[in-house]
């Protein structure tokens, strides 16, 4: 839930969801990066998420490759997505997905003119909850039950955890006019994903 779309390329079925990314750099080369989903409903389904990393240079501090042709960074980042479907909403029925994720990648990449090929592994380290809130009613009537009824209240509360797995990406960033930038990237760990983004640079 939502519902997916059957894209053409190898995997599940893949659910598209558009997100607002904010970085700004800081001292010695290191980026502060938010990225966020507001609230975004589909029928009996809501969904929204919100992400937090820091990004640093880290060839800096490594003797002898300041001189090397490529960047090296480190990435650490925090990821949190709420999806909540409504099962009756006059009853206040619903069940809630959550999931966190933190991610640990080296990405390296090479600035040409108007392209920055760049490549990152790391790893995931991952938590979900599935819960199912409010209160169901129900008929005893099943292995000797006395046949009344039965009030049921958040009858469903489930944790999951797990380190992720690792996770590679590989992608290009291209620039389009002086501040106007696109990028691609596709990254292979448990769930596939396929970014798409257009960016404005200011400095």
């Not at 938010?34 to 990004?55: A, H, I, M, W, Y």
């Not at 040409?112 to 090929?117: C, G, K, N, S």
């Amino acid at each position: 839930m939502p519902d997916g779309i059957d894209l053409d390329f190898p995997g599940p079925l893949a659910v598209p969801v558009p997100n607002f990314q904010i970085g700004v750099g800081a001292i010695k080369n290191t980026d502060i990066i938010v990225r966020f989903t507001p609230e975004l409903n589909f029928d009996d389904v809501s969904f929204k998420q919100f992400g937090l990393g820091v990004k640093h240079d880290i060839k800096q501090w490594i003797p002898g490759m300041k001189l090397l042709p490529f960047d090296l960074s480190a990435l650490l980042a925090f990821n949190n997505i709420n999806a909540t479907y409504q099962i009756d909403e006059s009853e206040d029925q619903y069940a809630e997905f959550k999931t966190t994720a933190t991610t640990f990648q080296v990405l390296i990449s090479k600035k040409l003119l108007f392209f920055t090929p760049y490549a990152g592994l790391g790893f995931n380290a991952i938590k979900s909850t599935f819960d199912v809130k409010g209160d169901y009613t129900f008929e005893d009537d099943g292995f000797g039950g006395s046949g009344d009824s039965v009030t049921v209240t958040d009858p469903v509360s489930l944790d999951f955890k797990g380190n992720g797995g690792a996770r590679f990406t590989v992608g290009a960033r291209f620039k389009i006019l002086w501040v106007l930038a696109a990028s691609i990237d596709y990254t292979f760990q448990d769930y596939n994903t396929l970014n798409v983004g257009f960016g404005i640079n200011i400095r």
